[in-house]
C-alpha cells in the first residue's frame, strides 16, 4: 500500500508541475487579446482558465491526501522499529543433566 501511495504521490506531483506551467498568469489577459485567439480553443474564451483552476485544485487535494497519508505511513514505521513489541524475548529453562563435571566428586559409592 505504501508503494502505490508513493507512486501516486509522484505522479499527482508531477501533473500538477505541467498543469501549473500551462497555465496563463493574470499578466498574460493583455497579451492574449492581441491575436491570442481565445475564442477559437476548445473550452471557449474563458472556459479554459475555470477548467484547469478546477483541475489545479482538484490535484492539489489529491496531492494533499497523499501526503499526509505517507506521513502515517512513515510514522507508523518508525514507531514501530522503535518499539519494544519488536524486540522478542525468549525464556530458557536451566538443562537438567545427569552427568556431571569430571572435577566434581562422585558421591554414592
Keep these: 500500500?505504501?508503494?502505490f501511495v508513493l507512486v501516486v504521490h509522484i505522479i499527482l506531483a508531477i501533473l500538477m508541475i505541467v498543469l501549473?506551467?500551462?497555465?496563463?498568469g493574470k499578466g498574460a489577459d493583455a497579451g492574449a487579446s492581441f491575436g491570442?485567439?481565445?475564442?477559437?480553443?476548445?473550452?471557449?474564451?474563458?472556459?479554459?482558465?475555470?477548467?484547469?483552476?478546477?483541475?489545479?485544485a482538484i490535484l492539489t487535494a489529491l496531492f494533499f491526501v497523499t501526503?499526509?497519508?505517507l506521513a502515517v505511513f512513515a510514522k507508523k514505521q518508525t514507531t514501530d522499529a522503535y518499539s519494544l513489541k519488536s524486540v522478542q524475548t525468549t525464556t530458557t529453562a536451566?538443562?537438567?543433566?545427569?552427568?556431571?563435571?569430571?572435577v566434581a566428586?562422585?558421591?554414592?559409592?
Design 67 to 69: 501526503s499526509l497519508s
Design 20 to 24: 501549473i506551467l500551462v497555465q496563463h
Design 105 to 109: 566428586p562422585k558421591t554414592g559409592e
Design 36 to 56: 491570442g485567439g481565445g475564442a477559437a480553443t476548445v473550452f471557449g474564451a474563458s472556459g479554459s482558465a475555470n477548467f484547469l483552476t478546477r483541475l489545479t
Design 94 to 102: 536451566p538443562a537438567n543433566s545427569s552427568e556431571t563435571s569430571p
Design 1 to 3: 500500500m505504501h508503494a
